[in-house]
């Protein structure tokens, strides 16, 4: 358990066994625990030991809040529910469905994972309805000893949504303020299908920068004090990828060796090189397992594609 000089507290999961990649918030009141996105339930041994460390288990976890669904964020949900079913969850109401019946989700899992799924997830357990509590964005939710504000925060995701603690001035924003791993300072937008949305993305960061926080925590991975230059950053780097995806959407099939092997292909070295220089190989790595360059490219090539 790490703890900021705001008094806000983290865990690293030590997700894969490998330090910085996924973190979760722990908030900590006089009502019980609650958690900001537990992870996968293949790192909830990482968990367990964190609390542990902090001198709190997972029967004090009165409420899980999510910012979305994907399962390096939430997939441990259904698992810590069924093992203490007092805990609440709060989740964008697009999400909800697919927390009480996973079934959709895992599908759309697998076509990136393939067979890999279980091994790099674990196992992902349906939430009970009467658990769930669906968010729109605009509520003020009282957890944790804590007054969270709450906004849809889309982009990365349609059902994203980021938490505000206005008395300690953090913001925990998920995957929409991007993936930013120390020692490396490049935040990369993750981009991953099926619904990226640019346009929306930008008005989410907007929505972040109103909040005016000291503290951006990031799921990959912690606090950044510094929101106004992180996000520019970002925003520069979501809209050059997005225009190299353009581009190669764009490029006809006839043009030399242009399929969609040779444009991931290309993407992907595009990608690389906003990295070059800036990280060394072992954070790099680490990069890949946060968000797996490949699937930036899915995601931004459907967004494309999907537009008239
Ligand atoms: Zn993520």
Redesign the pocket.
């Known amino acids: 358990m790490q703890t900021l000089a705001s008094g806000f507290r983290f865990v690293d999961v030590r997700y894969r066994g490998t330090p910085g990649i996924i973190a979760t918030a722990v908030l900590q009141g006089a009502s019980g625990v609650a958690l900001v996105d537990p992870g996968p339930s293949v790192a909830l041994g990482g968990l367990r030991a964190g609390l542990e460390g902090g001198g709190m288990g997972a029967g004090d976890v009165e409420a899980i809040l999510l910012t979305h669904i ?1 399962l ?2 939430a997939g441990a949900t259904g698992t810590l529910v069924r093992e203490n079913p007092h805990i609440r969850v709060f989740v964008h109401e697009r999400g909800a469905k697919h927390l009480v019946d996973p079934t959709r989700l895992l599908e759309s899992a697998r076509r990136l994972y393939g067979d890999q799924m279980d091994a790099l997830w674990g196992a992902v357990e349906a939430v009970p309805q009467a658990s769930v509590t669906s968010l729109e964005g605009g509520e003020t939710l009282a957890v944790g000893g804590r007054e969270l504000r709450v906004a849809h925060t889309p982009g990365h995701a349609s059902h994203h949504v980021s938490y505000y603690d206005a008395a300690s001035r953090v913001a925990l924003v998920g ?1 929409v303020a991007g993936v930013r791993l120390p020692p490396s300072s490049v935040a990369l937008p ?1 981009t991953p299908p099926p619904d990226v949305d640019v346009e929306a993305w930008h008005e989410s960061v907007a929505r972040i920068r109103a909040w005016q926080p000291d503290t951006l925590f990031l ?2 991975f912690g606090p950044f004090t510094t929101p106004g230059p992180h996000l520019a950053d970002l925003l520069d780097r979501l809209e050059r990828l997005a225009d190299v995806a353009r581009r190669l959407v764009a490029e006809p099939t006839e043009a030399a060796d242009t399929t969609d092997a040779t444009r991931q292909e290309r993407f992907v070295t595009e990608l690389r090189r906003e990295l070059w220089g800036h990280v060394d190989e072992a954070t790099l790595t680490r990069y890949t397992l ?1 968000v797996p360059f490949e699937h930036c490219w899915l995601g931004l090539a459907r967004y494309w594609k999907k537009r008239p």
């Open positions: 994907h390096d964020h995957d993750p799921t990959h946060a």
